[in-house]
């Protein structure tokens, strides 16, 4: 997968919630550029789709993500998320990057889908789950990109016409 495209990716967010979020390091900046993302994604009319864990243990998506979302988040109970996003790269932004996202993006790589995790917006209660998982995820053919990455190549080219509104995003 070299370059993300607007005509080939779906992003994924996994478990931004209530009860999880205060204990994630980073979780402010994580938040901000997961919000990011879904701005743009709903912008450039990328589909977008998001999971919740267990939400009558750790609660529901956090607002600030949640108002955003095109579509409520599915629950669940397992680690890894079974869904099926839709064809194309899945770029996947979330929580908690060593656990469910790392299941999630694990479980999809076995059957066979290019995923992009974006570094800058994926977390963990302790940093160095974090970098292992991101570690792990690139040993198994996973690109790890940033937002700003994801956001531009979906752009493409200065001259789309929504380039100034999601250039805006990252400023």
Same mark, same amino acid.
């Given at each position: 997968? @070299?370059?993300?495209?607007?005509?080939?990716?779906?992003?994924?967010?996994? =478990?931004?919630?209530?009860?999880?979020?205060?204990?994630?390091?980073?979780? @402010?900046?994580?938040?901000?550029?997961?919000?990011?993302?879904?701005?743009?994604?709903?912008?450039?009319?990328? =589909?977008?789709?998001? $999971?919740?864990?267990?939400?009558?243990?750790?609660?529901? $998506?956090? =607002?600030?993500?949640?108002?955003?979302?095109?579509?409520?988040?599915?629950?669940?109970?397992?680690?890894?998320?079974?869904?099926?996003?839709? @064809?194309?790269?899945?770029?996947?932004?979330?929580?908690?990057?060593?656990?469910?996202?790392?299941? $999630?993006?694990?479980?999809?790589?076995?059957?066979?889908?290019?995923?992009?995790?974006?570094?800058?917006?994926?977390?963990?209660?302790?940093?160095?789950?974090?970098?292992?998982?991101?570690?792990?995820?690139?040993?198994?053919?996973? +690109?790890?990109?940033?937002?700003?990455?994801?956001?531009?190549?979906?752009?493409? +080219?200065? +001259?789309?016409?929504?380039?100034?509104?999601?250039?805006?995003?990252?400023?």
């Amino acid at each position: 997968m @070299p370059l993300l495209s607007a005509d080939a990716s779906v992003l994924l967010v996994v =478990d931004l919630q209530e009860r999880l979020m205060p204990a994630i390091a980073g979780a @402010p900046a994580v938040l901000e550029n997961a919000g990011r993302l879904v701005r743009g994604a709903t912008r450039l009319g990328i =589909d977008v789709c998001a $999971t919740e864990q267990n939400p009558d243990g750790l609660g529901h $998506t956090v =607002d600030a993500v949640a108002e955003l979302l095109p579509t409520p988040a599915v629950a669940k109970t397992s680690f890894a998320a079974d869904v099926d996003p839709g @064809p194309g790269t899945i770029v996947v932004a979330g929580c908690e990057a060593h656990v469910c996202v790392l299941q $999630t993006v694990l479980a999809l790589r076995a059957r066979g889908r290019d995923v992009a995790v974006v570094a800058d917006a994926v977390g963990s209660r302790v940093e160095a789950n974090r970098d292992r998982a991101l570690e792990r995820l690139r040993a198994h053919g996973v +690109d790890v990109v940033t937002t700003e990455m994801v956001l531009f190549e979906w752009l493409h +080219d200065s +001259d789309h016409p929504a380039f100034r509104e999601v250039q805006r995003l990252i400023r």
